[in-house]
C-alpha cells in the first residue's frame, strides 16, 4: 500500500507547512541553506584537492556524500523555492599552497563546486532513467514471450512416466513470465521516481545562488539550523 500511496504526487512531498518560515530563514525571496565548514576541502570527497601541487584545477572534483544526501534533504523541504546556498568557511584550504592565493579567486572557484558537480550528476541521472527504460522494457519483452512459450507447454501431454519435472515446465514458464513482468511494471510505476527526483533537486541547484564567506572561529560542522 506504500507503493501506491506514492503513485499520488502529494504524497511524495514534504508535509513542511507553515514551518517553512520558522525553520529557514529569507532574503529577496531566496530561502537561505546555510553550511558551516572548516576548510574548502570539507565540501570534497575524501581524497580530492582545490588545485594539484602545482596550482592548476583539477579536470574534476566530486563533492562529498554527505554533502550531497545533506543539500537533498534540504531542496525536497524547499520545494518550488529559490534557493541560496551560504558556505561559511573557517579558513580557505588546508594547503597553504592554496590558501595564498586571492580569495575573490578562492571564493569564485569554491562557489562553483556545487553547480559544477549537479551538473555532472545531472547527466548521471538521465543516463540511469534511459537504462532503467530500456532494461524496463526487455524484461517485459522477456515476460511476454514467456508467457507466449507456457500456452503451448502447457497444452502439451506428457506421458504419466516423463517424471514431475516435466508436468512443472509450463508452470516454471509462467511463474517466470508473471515474475518478469511484475519486475517490468515495478520499475516502471516505483523504481524511477528516486531517480527523477534526485535530477530535479540537481537541476535546482545548479541554479541556485552560491555565496562563500571566511569567517573565523565558526563551527567545523555543518548546520543543522
Known sequence: MQRVALLFPFRQRVPLGDQLTT?????????????HLEAGEDLLAPFECLRSHDGSKPLSRNLNLDLVEYLFRRVAEVDQHELLLKINLTTPSRNPAVAILP??????DLE????????????????NLKRLICDSLLLAL?????????????????PEDAGISLHLIGQ???????LTLW????????????????????RR?????????????EPSAMATD
Open 23 to 35: 525553520r529557514y530563514r529569507h532574503t529577496e525571496g531566496q530561502v537561505i541553506i546555510p553550511l
Open 103 to 108: 580569495r575573490e579567486q578562492l571564493k569564485t
Open 183 to 202: 519486475e517490468a511494471l515495478v520499475n516502471l510505476l516505483w523504481t524511477w521516481q528516486p531517480i527523477y527526483r534526485q535530477l530535479r533537486m540537481c
Open 142 to 158: 522477456l515476460g511476454l514471450l514467456a508467457l507466449g512459450v507456457s500456452i503451448p507447454v502447457d497444452a502439451l501431454s506428457f
Open 112 to 127: 562553483n563546486l556545487i553547480p559544477e558537480h549537479c551538473t555532472y550528476l545531472e547527466i548521471v541521472k538521465r543516463e
Open 172 to 178: 516454471g514458464i509462467t511463474v517466470f513470465g508473471w
Open 205 to 217: 541547484l545548479q541554479y541556485a545562488t552560491v555565496k562563500v564567506q571566511f569567517v573565523a572561529n
